[in-house]
């Protein structure tokens, strides 16, 4: 096994290195540690125990596209179903699209002749880095409230979380050692230095764990190879975004585009229904 390393090392929020790490089996103890932070579970309410749902579906050519979601899906001890996204380009409606998955997950949990009582507690979890929501609070909780009485809750059954890193960066006083959330967010912050990632490794002993798990899955060239995969695919859509702004292209025609040639729509149909050129076209392909 390739030797745990603290500097050099590989972007723990690579969507597929995230994935391996925390969603296989095996990985409870870090997925356990994690989502306590996240869900803010201490003393007696700690969860004990976590049922990871793994993906066995992960083809090398499905791999290679950015829309691909790579969630890691698992099932707490009270039966509530928990999913959590990696999303680090900003690929627009984002808050559709979270409740869009979190809609997915909430009709899984019911089948015909079922009872409307068998439908289970949803909670998502997004981990984003990028600008999302007014407010400078960088971990964010939605529930079903009430307008004018935000303290009735219609139902506890859907929970959504955004954790932010790009305003996790911004803050200014990090408590890494009375508060778990800041030492799992310093952890998989790619610009944290070593000295930071060795301190929360060594406090932290579940975090050790994803540390080390992290380390065992670098050493595997298959999984280099997807994890490079999924870097040029985050890489090139930004690229191709950042181009598009040079130009004075919209998203929308961007995004548009890109769906079309997900279908297979000649170029020429595409550059009748956006208006880009050939040329921005064949680079966003």
């Known amino acids: ?8 090392r590989l972007d723990p929020l690579n969507d597929y290195l995230f994935l391996r790490v925390m969603g296989e089996k095996g990985d409870e103890v870090q997925l356990l540690g994690f989502l306590n932070a996240v869900l803010g ?13 793994e993906n066995k579906t992960l083809p090398a050519e499905f791999l290679g596209g950015k829309t691909s979601v790579l969630d890691v899906r698992a099932r707490l001890q009270d039966g509530s179903m928990v999913n959590i996204e990696v999303q680090l380009c900003n690929e627009g409606d984002f808050e559709k699209r979270s409740l869009f998955y979190w809609s997915r997950e909430y009709n899984k949990g019911i089948g015909r002749g079922d009872d409307y009582i068998d439908l289970p507690t949803v909670i998502c979890v997004n981990i984003i880095d990028f600008e999302f929501l007014e407010t400078e609070n960088f971990h964010t909780v939605f529930h079903l409230r009430e307008g004018s009485e935000p303290h009735l809750v219609l139902t506890g059954v859907l929970e959504i979380h955004f954790v932010n890193m790009v305003k996790w960066r911004r803050l200014g006083e990090k408590d890494t050692a009375n508060d778990p959330l800041h030492r799992w967010l310093a952890y998989l912050d790619k610009t944290s230095p070593p000295e930071l990632i060795a301190e929360v490794v060594n406090m932290d002993s579940a975090i ?15 999984a280099i190879r997807i994890y ?9 859509w930004n690229s191709s975004i950042n181009h598009a702004r040079r130009e004075g292209i919209k998203e929308g025609q961007i995004k548009i585009a890109r769906n079309a040639l997900a279908k297979g729509i000649a170029i020429e149909v595409i550059q009748d229904i956006t208006g880009l050129d050939r040329q921005t076209i064949e680079r966003l392909k």
Request: charged share 40%; proline share 2%; aromatic share 2%.
């Open 228 to 236: 490079e995969m999924r870097e040029k695919a985050r890489l090139d």
């Open 41 to 53: 579970r201490t003393g007696d309410d700690r969860l004990a125990s976590v049922e990871i749902i």
């Open 1 to 8: 096994m390739k030797p745990s390393t603290l500097s050099g």
């Open 208 to 222: 050790k764990m994803a540390n080390d798990r992290q380390a065992y899955v670098s050493a595997d060239e298959d």
